[in-house]
């Protein structure tokens, strides 16, 4: 399996439970914002960036690949808004030299795509399922769309084996406080350092915050791994708890697992910021099986966060 983005949070763990299921794994990661220390021992790893076509394609082709899991992407919503040029370059441009590879080697095709962003606001009481309409309201949620286009008319007019997966707001061990979950990094390392917290209005000041849906980086895995055994070709699915957790009632659950009292502070509503993003996972079930719930994901990255602090 070839890795884009293997150095990030996500791709990392798909990496390492690829490695831990036998099978070779080659890495690609540019290093923007991914690090070293998550490679998992045993892949082999080139700092290469997918918007350099003729390099990346050569070692593809000595490597052959039977599947690329792709999640090598810009991920900030607020640099797409600053810089929507960039953002396509690497989403868009970087995303379809993957595929023309995958088309020349035969490999299968796996997306990390978005469903956090792609739906837009989702109503309250509803969850987004795979047909619903897209409704991207920032370039990055453009690119995504975008690319998943691109890959449905590939797989219409050649055999390129595909896999869409839809994620929600995945969080877990080795999160980066960046990008679109970055919630629940962000929360852990302050709890942890003592530091207050700081739950931004959904509405007006003071109320419970933005609603997500939080799913376990160990659900984004199974389902690459999944889609690499032929699972889901041809397949888009959100990867998804189908329950929506506000941004107070996760910092209420996060500060119960730490060992001393929380701070918790309101703040302003930030602009551009979704309302309600809840997707429907009843596909994802059908297949894999339940969700991780979330009480039990976040003990897991609680305690990896815990031994990070102690360690540094």
């Not at 990392?12 to 914002?33: F, K, N, Q």
Request: charged share 25%; glycine share 8%; aromatic share 6%.
């Amino acid at each position: 399996m070839l890795v884009t983005g293997g150095a990030g949070f996500i791709a990392s763990h798909v990496a390492e439970a690829a490695i831990e299921a036998g099978h070779d794994v080659l890495v690609v990661d540019d290093l923007s914002t991914g690090r070293t220390e998550n490679l998992p021992t045993g892949a082999d790893f080139h700092p290469v960036d997918i918007r350099h076509r003729d390099v990346f394609r050569e070692l593809a082709l000595h490597f052959r690949p039977d599947a690329i899991s792709h999640h090598a992407a810009q991920a900030s919503v607020a640099i797409s808004v600053r810089e929507p040029g960039y953002d396509a370059e690497v989403n868009v441009l970087g995303s379809l030299n993957v595929a023309e590879v995958a088309r020349e080697t035969g490999s299968r095709l796996i997306f990390a795509s978005t469903g956090g962003a792609l739906y837009g606001e989702v109503a309250d009481g509803v969850a987004a399922g795979e047909e619903s309409p897209a409704r991207p309201l920032s370039p990055y949620a453009c690119s995504k769309a975008s690319f998943e286009l691109y890959l449905k008319a590939f797989g219409e007019t050649s055999d390129l084996n595909y896999t869409i997966l839809r994620y929600a707001n995945v969080y877990g061990p080795r999160q980066d406080p960046h990008g679109e979950a970055g919630v629940v990094a962000i929360f852990l390392r302050r709890l942890l350092r003592r530091e207050p917290i700081q739950v931004n209005a959904r509405d007006r000041l003071g109320d419970d915050g933005c609603v997500r849906d939080y799913v376990f980086v160990r659900d984004a895995v199974r389902a690459n791994l999944a889609a690499f055994e032929g699972a889901l070709d041809r397949r888009t699915i959100n990867i998804a708890t189908g329950i929506g957790t506000s941004t107070r009632m996760l910092a209420e659950n996060l500060a119960s697992l730490v060992s001393h009292p929380a701070i918790v502070r309101d703040g302003e509503h930030r602009a551009g910021d979704l309302g309600r993003s809840v997707l429907d996972p009843t596909v994802m079930t059908s297949i894999l099986g339940d969700p991780t719930p979330l009480a039990e994901g976040l003990e897991t990255t609680t305690e990896w966060f815990r031994l990070e602090s102690e360690s540094s």
